[in-house]
T-cell receptor
Framework: GAVVSQHPSRVICKSGTSVKIECRSLDFQATTMFWYRQFPKQSLMLMATSNEGSKATYEQGVEKDKFLINHASLTLSTLTVTSAHPEDSSFYIC???????????????FGEGSRLTVL | QKEVEQDPGPLSVPEGAIVSLNCTYS??????FMWYRQYSRKGPELLMYTYSSGNKEDGRFTAQVDKSSKYISLFIRDSQPSDSATYLC?????????FGKGNQVVVIP
């Protein structure tokens, strides 16, 4: 099946620094990728939808200046947590949609997630 | 009312039993329904993907969708300890995805 690779899987950083997380679709092109946060014992929370070649669409309440998303190619999207603070510590997961480029109903595959700890 | 409701559990069953999970939803625009399995500290893994109403079977897993009742189910037959995980339902009618809270399943050897 389609594989989505996420890197790094774990990152620890100091408060105030920026952290970049990569999401790659390894064997398919994904015009749309999604970024989520997951807090313990809670469901995935959609943060933003990343569209190749255009600006990301952020969900209500998500600061776009804090969570910078760049979808530079059909196989790579990055999420940068700028000026990270301890409350940003979370599990960040990306997903990519496989299927026809014009379809928004293709199967969705997830990365393994990146655990961010901000000290 | 939340868009997707899923009882978080936990649900404990003995090995070999049938696991029954379900979600209800309120948005009639949803047409695509998915079940994901998530092991601790891992990303969700797609298990089943169903379009509209009906049943879909894959090995020990069966997914059912009843759009008239806005109700979806996942059944796991002959459950194994390796099935112990959190199971998330998800659905979409287009661009936006909606997830359930996840249901923690523990299969006891």
């Amino acid at each position: 099946g389609a594989v989505v690779s996420q890197h790094p899987s774990r990152v620890i950083c100091k408060s105030g620094t920026s952290v970049k997380i990569e999401c790659r679709s390894l064997d398919f092109q994904a015009t749309t990728m999604f970024w989520y946060r997951q807090f313990p014992k809670q469901s995935l929370m959609l943060m933003a939808t990343s569209n190749e070649g255009s600006k990301a669409t952020y969900e209500q309440g998500v600061e776009k200046d804090k969570f910078l998303i760049n979808h530079a190619s059909l196989t790579l999207s990055t999420l940068t947590v700028t000026s990270a603070h301890p409350e940003d510590s979370s599990f960040y997961i990306c997903s990519a949609r496989a299927g026809a480029e014009t379809s928004n109903t293709g199967e969705l595959f997830f990365g393994e997630g990146s655990r961010l700890t901000v000290l | 009312q939340k868009e997707v409701e899923q009882d978080p559990g936990p649900l404990s069953v003995p090995e070999g039993a049938i696991v029954s999970l379900n979600c209800t939803y309120s948005n009639s625009a949803f047409q695509y329904f998915m079940w994901y399995r998530q092991y601790s500290r891992k990303g969700p893994e797609l298990l089943m993907y169903t379009y509209s109403s009906g049943n879909k079977e894959d090995g020990r897993f069966t997914a059912q969708v009843d759009k008239s009742s806005k109700y979806i189910s996942l059944f796991i037959r002959d459950s194994q300890p390796s099935d112990s995980a959190t199971y998330l339902c998800a659905m979409t009618g287009g661009h936006r995805l909606a997830f359930g809270k996840g249901n923690q399943v523990v299969v006891i050897p």
